[in-house]
């Protein structure tokens, strides 16, 4: 019976041992929290030293080496340089054996597993038994998603709203509805829940109306709206007419613009060029036969004179004057009519001064058919007066 003590009180002296070693424990595994928002990582050891604990907090991140964001020695707490330092801490005093740490303001980067580790001087603890682990993660809302059509809405077309939201965590489902004037839901397949659109097929005007859409996760949820209006015609076609047309319009303004232009300018330059050009119907001048043939021409007056010379010595009865005149133009010559039978023409006696005959110079024919004088002068013609020549030679 002796033994049967002895055996007992080695067992309540092991069971003692094994009470007294020191363990960490974890309120839980897993926390969540909301971007900006303040996260706690409970934890808390028991042991029945009253020697103050060596308190190591880690962070182990994905694709990242773990490293030491918090640590409590010999009563000093000490926080390291990383980007949680101005935003951890201890919730509570470690002497309270309360090890439990918070996170203000939190942000998607901060998610990652963290491992706390106790040690306390001559206190045993069993493998793994102070070390506690727990998961952070943090949410993040929805961002404002963004509202877009797909297609012509016109009567009998098909149409597809989309919405997306440029971040979120986890990933948001979306919920298309619409609002006005009436309410209606949507349900698959006509909408996607993942991907955020909503078919909408044989459009009709009565399918006009406001639409939202709504991103939800856990940490929350935002909206967007769209105005669909449903038209019976084509807008860009309406639009692309009237465009059209007035394109066409300005062409015809400028086109007729133009041609009005063309023609005050070419009437003015027919007028500049019918007050400089010369008549084309107007007859040439015609160049004179003594001009023409200088030599002969002179040989015939010099024989005149000659012939004149030689007969001054007759008297003036003898042969009357001839009552014909020649002038001799740029143009040609001119004789007078031809004498009368008789010799002498009708009324053309000479007169007497105290019974001495008197020469009589007739009057200078016009010769028909002629150029004016002015056209003459304006050719370069000049006029000459050849005297006239009676039939005795003598000069009248």
């Known amino acids: 019976m002796g033994a049967l003590p002895r055996s007992a009180l080695a067992l309540a002296a092991l069971l003692g041992v094994f009470s007294a070693?020191?363990?960490?424990?974890?309120?839980?595994?897993?926390?969540?929290?909301?971007?900006?928002?303040?996260?706690?990582?409970?934890?808390?050891?028991?042991?029945?030293?009253?020697?103050?604990?060596?308190?190591?907090?880690?962070?182990?991140?994905?694709?990242?080496?773990?490293?030491?964001?918090?640590?409590?020695?010999?009563?000093?707490?000490?926080?390291?340089?990383?980007e949680l330092k101005p935003r951890v801490g201890f919730l509570y005093p470690v002497l309270s054996r309360n090890i439990s740490v918070f996170i203000n303001a939190t942000r998607e980067r901060d998610s990652g597993q963290y491992m706390c580790t106790v040690n306390v001087v001559g206190e045993a603890s069993s493998m793994g038994k102070n070390i506690g682990v727990i998961n952070l993660t943090v949410l993040v809302p929805p961002a404002t998603p963004s509202c877009q059509l797909h297609g012509e809405p016109m009567v009998g077309a098909n149409v597809t709203l989309s919405c997306s939201s440029r971040k979120g965590k986890p990933s948001p489902v979306y919920q298309w509805q619409r609002t006005a004037p009436t309410l209606q839901v949507f349900f698959p397949p006509a909408q996607d829940w993942h991907r955020g659109t909503l078919k909408l097929t044989n459009l009709s005007l009565d399918m006009s109306g406001l639409y939202v859409c709504a991103a939800e996760n856990q940490a929350g949820s935002a909206e967007c709206h769209i105005v669909l209006e449903v038209h019976s015609t084509s807008t860009k076609a309406v639009i692309a007419g009237a465009v059209l047309g007035s394109l066409g319009a300005l062409a015809t303004v400028v086109f007729f613009a133009q041609r009005v232009v063309g023609y005050r300018r070419k009437k003015r330059d027919g007028?500049?060029?019918?007050?400089?050009?010369?008549?084309?119907?107007?007859?040439?001048?015609?160049?004179?036969?003594?001009?023409?043939?200088?030599?002969?021409d002179t040989l015939s007056k010099a024989s005149t004179l000659s012939s004149i010379a030689g007969r001054r010595d007759r008297p003036y009865g003898v042969n009357p004057p001839s009552d014909t005149a020649s002038i001799l133009t740029a143009t040609g010559s001119y004789r007078g009519p031809p004498a009368r039978a008789g010799g002498r023409p009708p009324g053309l006696s000479p007169p007497t001064l105290n019974g001495a005959p008197q020469r009589r110079q007739d009057p200078t024919p016009i010769p028909s058919g002629s150029l004016p004088t002015s056209s003459l002068t304006r050719a370069g013609a000049v006029p000459v007066m050849v005297p006239a020549q009676s039939r005795a030679g003598s000069l009248v």
């Open 21 to 82: 070693a020191l363990e960490v424990h974890v309120g839980t595994g897993s926390v969540f929290s909301v971007e900006g928002q303040q996260a706690v990582l409970p934890a808390w050891y028991t042991s029945h030293s009253q020697r103050k604990p060596y308190v190591i907090w880690l962070l182990d991140k994905e694709h990242a080496d773990r490293f030491q964001i918090l640590s409590y020695l010999d009563g000093v707490v000490q926080v390291e340089e990383t």
């Open 271 to 296: 007028q500049e060029e019918a007050a400089n050009e010369i008549k084309e119907d107007a007859v040439a001048p015609k160049t004179p036969s003594w001009a023409r043939r200088p030599a002969p």
